[in-house]
Nanobody, 124 residues
């Protein structure tokens, strides 16, 4: 198993930036594909970004493409989500997820391990 813990959330003005981190412990981090999802109040949890176990392939939701960047450092057992040009509609709890495969994809049901989430609030 792997445990994941998110950090880096907070309050930021529209147009600002934040970098979320997800630290993993447990089995070999490089065995896991990783993903970021988010959930706003009253909404379902939605896909944000995903990265393969090697970091060689990434994918993004259309709503964040060109503004967010997912990356990973397997030596530090950490995956990141760099968020730029933030908008009020990006306000949500952001979750990190892991699955023991090459690439997890965009469906939340594909991921087996989840963190507790970190709140991101973007003010207008």
């Amino acid at each position: 198993q792997v445990q994941v813990v998110e950090s880096g959330g907070g309050l930021v003005q529209a147009g600002g930036s934040l970098r979320l981190s997800c630290a993993a412990s447990g089995r070999t981090f490089s065995s896991y594909a990783m993903g970021w999802f988010r959930q706003a109040p009253g909404n379902e949890r939605e896909f944000v970004a995903a990265i393969t176990r090697s970091g060689g392939r990434t994918s993004y939701a259309d709503s964040v493409k060109g503004r967010f960047t997912i990356s990973r450092d397997n030596a530090k057992n950490t995956v990141y989500l760099q968020m730029n040009s933030l908008k009020p509609e990006d306000t949500a709890v952001y979750y990190c997820a892991a699955v023991d495969t090459f690439y997890g994809g965009t469906y939340r049901s594909a991921y087996d391990y989840w963190g507790q989430g970190t709140q991101v609030t973007v003010s207008s």
